[in-house]
DNA sequence: ATGGTAGGACGCCTA
């Protein structure tokens, strides 16, 4: 059963379809999935995927902000599009496929950013994005003799020191404080779900997925961060044979400042 | 120590 999932920032979809267009191309995982596309459902870039082989397109956005996305050349269909805090933002979509005769679930998420001031007490975004960790608990990896899950996305924490380019600098900055890197670290362990991207990649290797735009030379300062995940089911990870980490991608033209993450399995 | 850039939509929010 090789199968090769994607994920991917992308800031804006229909500004940047013409470096998705050039990822399916030279890529072409099988599932694409998409956060902050900035798109609302019925302005969808849907006819340029499907010209790329992507037939199979759900949508969960809105207009300006957030907005998720899952596009795939198998079939697939939306298991649930859920709303996370009380609030009406497009931060999840589910969907499931069929992969060797099982059925796959695959998460797609995008995790709020939490604003600068690393304090709930004054900053309702970081209030928003803890509560929205601990909603996240109650996402478990769906494992049966038929049914596996993989959760990806952009969850907006750097959970290892090596994920981040100083983690003394990076302490008291959100996206690396105690309480998210934990936080996220305790949901991952206690749901059963397994950090793909670090099972292929050491743990003691830096391994960055962002960087920033205000930097003067992203590539040359290299304060990056590991910002988006793939996580699978315990039952799939004996099967993973490769990750790849794009990071070519954020030199393009008008890059996303994320770049692609891949996994593929087989 | 601070400010630096980008996108959506058109003054300002979000990242």
């Not at 082989?53 to 969960?60: D, E, L, M």
């Not at 309702?124 to 038929?146: C, N, S, V, W, Y």
């Not at 996220?184 to 099972?199: A, F, H, K, P």
């Not at 391994?207 to 699978?232: E, K, M, P, Q, V």
Request: neutral net charge; glycine residues 6%; aromatic residues 10%.
């Amino acid at each position: 059963m090789p199968f090769k999932i994607a994920t991917w920032n992308i800031n804006s979809v229909r500004l940047r379809m013409p470096l998705v267009q050039r990822f399916l191309e030279e890529y072409q995982p099988d599932v694409l999935c998409l956060q902050e596309t900035k798109c609302p459902d019925d302005q969808f870039p849907s006819a340029a995927f499907r010209k790329l082989g992507y037939n199979y397109i759900q949508i969960h956005g809105q207009k300006g902000y957030h907005g998720v996305a899952t596009v795939s050349r198998r079939p697939l269909s939306v298991v649930e599009k859920r709303t996370f805090c009380g609030i009406g933002d497009c931060r999840h979509l589910s969907t499931e496929m069929e992969v060797g005769g099982r059925r796959v679930l695959i998460h797609n998420f995008y995790v709020p950013a939490g604003g600068d001031e690393p304090d709930p007490e004054i900053n309702p975004k970081f209030r928003h994005k803890l509560d929205f960790l601990k909603e996240m608990r109650g996402i478990r990896p769906d494992q049966t003799a038929d049914t596996a899950t993989v959760l990806v996305g952009d969850l907006n924490i750097a959970p290892l020191e090596t994920d981040v380019w100083s983690h003394r600098q990076l302490l008291n900055v959100v996206s690396h404080t105690p309480v998210e890197t934990e936080g996220l670290e305790n949901l991952r362990s206690n749901g059963g779900w397994i950090d793909l991207m670090r099972r292929y990649i050491p743990p003691e290797e830096k391994l960055f997925t962002w960087w920033s735009y205000r930097a003067r030379d992203w590539s040359l300062s290299d304060r990056g961060r590991r910002l988006d995940h793939i996580w699978s089911s315990a039952d799939l990870a004996p099967f993973l044979t490769r990750v790849e980490v794009l990071r070519a991608a954020r030199g393009w033209e008008r890059p996303s400042d994320h770049v692609p993450v891949i996994a593929e399995f087989g």
